[in-house]
């Protein structure tokens, strides 16, 4: 945009402005930036527009939870879910038109895939929803974090992901600190690695068994990156910063991963290393064989992996009335040829 602004004669510092206007006060109109020059008021309604994805749907849940079906330029959608709770409120943020990674027990990998999302439909996302909850609510400040945990793996995203975690922390913009950002990872070793070296926001990864075999099977990208390999990049990535740690999240499906014995092995897994573990009870959908543990179930978990020092929680189910919870969310995605987007979307994130 600083670019954008000298290729017009102006200074780089109308950049600054115009985010301001944007993020911080959702104005779109050009006219109504009233501390821009009339004539470069004028210019930019003639050359640019400021235009988010079109809200085709709003629900919202019995428990608070809000939910926006956005419909993209391509005709695809994807969906966006605001969790409010006493002190903070959090956005969950979409990086894909479905995803490819065909996890076994979430609702969006049985959707396919169609692409990634740009910078800009990432960040409308945070737009749309702060425009939106700061005129119902009456507060300037609705969202306090951004989870990417909607549709699609972050990381197959990756210069368009870190993009829009740049603006997210940007003051000019929503200017939030990298702990209230946390992205979520089902374990793309090389980009993790990346993603080291230019943010350093917290990390989410969804681990879902103690060992490999079992992990094959729920979540495939382990074949490509298992277990050890994935752990050894956790612990490159929070090397150096103190107190860090990983948030391991763990799907508990019903007689499949829920045993003593796998809580036992998940705690002999992460010993040593600077983690918590956050319960998520499965969130059923149409289709599925999976079935929810029950809650005796949960709680005997939680309570192996605390008695051996891992801090753990058990998420609480928001939204499911509107298909709002974790693993739910299915958008609406025009399928393409899964194994070639496969190879096209590790191919991004090779390089150097």
């Known amino acids: 945009m600083e670019a954008f602004f000298v290729d017009l004669g102006e200074k780089a510092f109308r950049t600054s402005q115009v985010l301001k206007w944007i993020h911080q006060q959702g104005v779109y109109d050009f006219d109504a930036m009233t501390n821009l020059s009339k004539a470069l008021r004028h210019r930019l309604k003639e050359i640019a527009e400021i235009r988010t994805p079109e809200v085709i749907l709003e629900q919202s849940s019995e428990d608070g939870t809000r939910k926006w079906l956005l419909r993209l330029d391509s005709g695809n959608c994807v969906e966006t879910v605001f969790i409010p709770e006493a ?27 169609n692409r990634n999302l740009t910078t800009a439909e990432i960040i409308s996302q945070v737009l749309v929803a702060t425009r939106t909850l700061r005129g119902d609510l009456d507060k300037d400040r609705v969202i306090t974090n951004v989870v990417l945990m909607g549709m699609g793996e972050p990381l197959l995203n990756f210069n368009n992901v ?47 068994a103690p060992y490999d075999e079992l992990r094959n099977e729920l979540v495939p990208l382990n074949r490509k990156y298992p277990i050890d390999e994935l752990l050894a990049a956790c612990r490159r990535y929070i090397s150096g910063q103190s107190h860090r740690a990983i948030t391991f999240e763990y799907v508990l499906l019903a007689g499949v991963n829920d045993s003593a014995q796998h809580a036992r092995d998940l705690a002999s ?14 969130n059923p959908f149409p289709g599925t064989r999976f ?62």
């Open 162 to 208: 870190v993009r829009a975690l740049q603006l997210m922390q940007d003051d000019f913009a929503y200017g939030l600190s990298k702990r209230r950002i946390t992205l979520s990872t089902a374990g793309v070793v090389p980009a993790l690695d990346r993603l080291r070296d230019v943010s350093d926001v917290s990390l989410a990864v969804s681990l879902h």
């Open 291 to 352: 079935k929810r543990s029950d809650d005796l179930v949960i709680n005997a978990f939680r309570d192996i992996l605390m008695s051996r020092g891992l801090t753990t929680i058990t998420r609480r189910t928001r939204g499911d009335d509107i298909d709002a919870a974790c693993g739910q969310l299915a958008g609406k995605v025009m399928d393409r040829t899964k194994r070639q987007l496969r190879g096209a979307g590790q191919a991004e994130f090779a390089g150097p």
């Open 87 to 113: 002190n903070r409120g959090t956005l969950c943020v979409s990086s894909q038109v479905g995803c490819a990674l065909d996890c076994a027990f979430c609702s969006t990998a049985q959707q396919g895939f």
């Open 269 to 282: 897994l992460l010993k040593g290393l600077p983690a918590k573990v956050n319960l998520i009870p499965f």
